[in-house]
């Protein structure tokens, strides 16, 4: 992996000040980004320049970086970016500039106008679609101390990138409900006050619950929904007293939103029936939200046969027995035959429940067969007809 530092530099009267880092290393130079190529020691150094700077600096600023042994030093030439068209050049040259799977370190001091903030957002881009690493952002503080002061503090920002990652995170979590990525920023321990400190064992469970739902949720695993789910929330709880980290506390509300109604801990016992009904319907609803529509009709085609054997009476275990559910199957079969045939049946909740029934196997089946069939049905076909079955479920909620 290729150690990048890049930087910017705009035409200014450059002064030599003492840089000093938050580990105590100090450098002394007219140029900051100097200063960070002197402390990381990359391989390839890239200054992004303007006409006016490169004219004036350059020169002076390439002598400097070749003092550094096994460092290679490269001057790229970009506009003022006075216009937006500008923005587009700059975004160019420094794509060309930068290879996949770099590690990129920026110095974001100088440069002119908003230069240094295209840079980050440029580089951050490359993090998603090339795999680039950002290693370090630094930034030196100078009016912070006062121009009086030789020695300038050079602060290490990269918050700023780990910032990017929860967003990152958050919006994938928003969109699909998969909490995967915001599991492995818990687990990755950069956001509490001394990271080299053990992960508390309260927050590493949430990271765990956040991943064994994520999959349970993937994989259509009702009951394994419910229990990480409810773990979740008193992993949660306890968390909070220890501490979690700030980004993920912004979330939290929003985690119990998205998760709590499907919680139940014990989904099996027959004394918890209904409420195992109850979460599997909210779990279908869940699916249906997030655009997941296999998920939901696999699930859904499930319910109505517990709903049907559960209307029944039958509360015990037999409602997860192959051959009892075969011929709870078979019961709404015949029951449906008989509704379109015109025959009367006595119990008319069971319309509503044979109405589902008939729209779920043929979207489920076409799905479940990748479509490898005489007439597949094509994609936004699929996802309506699987809403319009769901809808109808409404008066499918368990009821004691």
């Known amino acids: 992996m290729t150690k990048i530092l890049i930087g910017a530099l705009g035409f200014s009267d450059y002064k030599i000040y003492t840089y000093s880092f938050p580990d105590g290393h100090q450098v002394k130079s007219k140029f900051a980004v100097y200063a960070v190529a002197e402390l990381i020691k990359p391989d390839l150094a890239i200054i992004l320049l303007t006409e006016e700077a490169k004219t004036v600096i350059w020169e002076e600023l390439e002598q400097e970086l070749d003092k ?12 003022k970016g006075k216009e937006s068209s500008e923005f587009w050049t700059i975004f160019d040259r420094i ?17 002119f106008r908003s230069i240094p903030i295209l840079v980050l957002s440029v580089v951050s881009y490359l993090q998603a679609v090339r795999g680039v690493k950002i290693s370090g ?7 912070a101390v006062g121009r009086e002061i030789e020695v300038k503090p050079i602060f290490d920002l990269s918050i700023f990138t780990r910032l990017q990652n929860w967003a990152n995170a ?7 409900g998969d909490s995967l990525l915001l599991s492995k920023l818990l687990q990755a321990n950069e956001e ?38 409810a773990k979740l929330q008193g992993d949660l709880r306890s968390a909070e007293r220890v501490g979690l980290p700030q980004p993920f506390v ?19 016992n027959s004394a918890n029936r209904y409420a195992y009904l109850e979460r599997q319907y909210q779990i279908i609803h869940w699916y249906i939200r997030h655009e997941r529509y296999l998920a939901a009709a696999l699930l859904a085609r499930e319910y109505v046969v517990s709903w049907y054997i559960t209307h029944r009476g039958i ?6 027995q192959d051959d009892f559910r075969d011929n709870a199957k078979r019961q709404l079969d015949t029951i449906k035959n008989q509704i379109d045939s015109g025959g009367k049946i006595d119990d008319l909740s069971l319309f509503d429940a044979v109405d589902v029934w ?9 799905l479940a067969h990748a479509g490898m069939r005489a007439n597949p049905s094509n994609a936004e076909t699929l996802a309506n007809n699987i809403r319009d079955a769901i809808e109808r479920m409404t008066t499918l909620k368990a009821n004691p």
């Open 68 to 79: 550094i042994q096994g460092m290679q030093s490269t001057a790229v030439d970009i506009p």
């Open 95 to 111: 794509v060309q500039a930068i290879p996949s799977d770099a590690e990129v370190t920026l110095d974001i001091t100088l440069g």
């Open 137 to 143: 952002i630094f930034y030196c503080a100078a009016e």
């Open 170 to 176: 958050v919006e994938h979590f928003n969109r699909t």
């Open 192 to 229: 509490f006050s001394d990271p080299s400190e053990q992960l508390p064992k309260s927050v590493k469970q949430v990271a765990l619950a956040l991943k064994q739902l994520s999959l349970a949720l993937d994989f259509v695993r009702p009951d394994d929904v419910m229990k990480a789910s």
């Open 250 to 268: 912004v979330l939290l509300s929003e985690i119990r939103n998205q998760y709590g109604n499907l919680a139940l801990h014990e989904p099996r």
């Open 315 to 320: 509360v015990d275990e037999r409602l997860f």
């Open 358 to 366: 008939k729209r779920l196997p043929n979207p489920r089946n076409d």
